[in-house]
Nanobody, 125 residues
Framework: QVQLVESGGGLVQAGGSLRLSCAASGRTFSRFIMGWFRQAPGKEREFVAAISWSGGRTLYADSMKGRFTISRDNAKNTVNLQMSSLKPEETAVYYC??????????????????WGQGTQVTVSS
């Protein structure tokens, strides 16, 4: 089993920045693709970013490119999401997720087996 715990959410003004972290425990973290997703009330889960085992490959949703940066530290079993220029419509619960079957980052949330409990990000206007 893998346990994922997100932290770093909170309230931020529009245009501001926030850094989310996800701490993993359990199985070999360094062999997991890690992804970030978000879900706002009444909306479907949305892909944000994903990163390969070594961190050499990253994938972002188009609307996040240039504003969000995903990174990982396999020695510390953590994956981070640095978010900047945040918009009110990006208010959501942000989840980290892990997948061990492949080393290619994917935006498909159904392919991720392990999920954290989520952290709330609220962007005020």
């Amino acid at each position: 089993q893998v346990q994922l715990v997100e932290s770093g959410g909170g309230l931020v003004q529009a245009g501001g920045s926030l850094r989310l972290s996800c701490a993993a425990s359990g199985r070999t973290f360094s062999r997991f693709i890690m992804g970030w997703f978000r879900q706002a009330p009444g909306k479907e889960r949305e892909f944000v970013a994903a990163i390969s085992w070594s961190g050499g490959r990253t994938l972002y949703a188009d609307s996040m490119k240039g504003r969000f940066t995903i990174s990982r530290d396999n020695a510390k079993n953590t994956v981070n999401l640095q978010m900047s220029s945040l918009k009110p419509e990006e208010t959501a619960v942000y989840y980290c997720a892990g997948r061990s079957e492949s080393d290619y980052p994917t935006p498909l949330w159904t392919l991720y087996k392990y999920w954290g409990q989520g952290t709330q990000v609220t962007v005020s206007s």
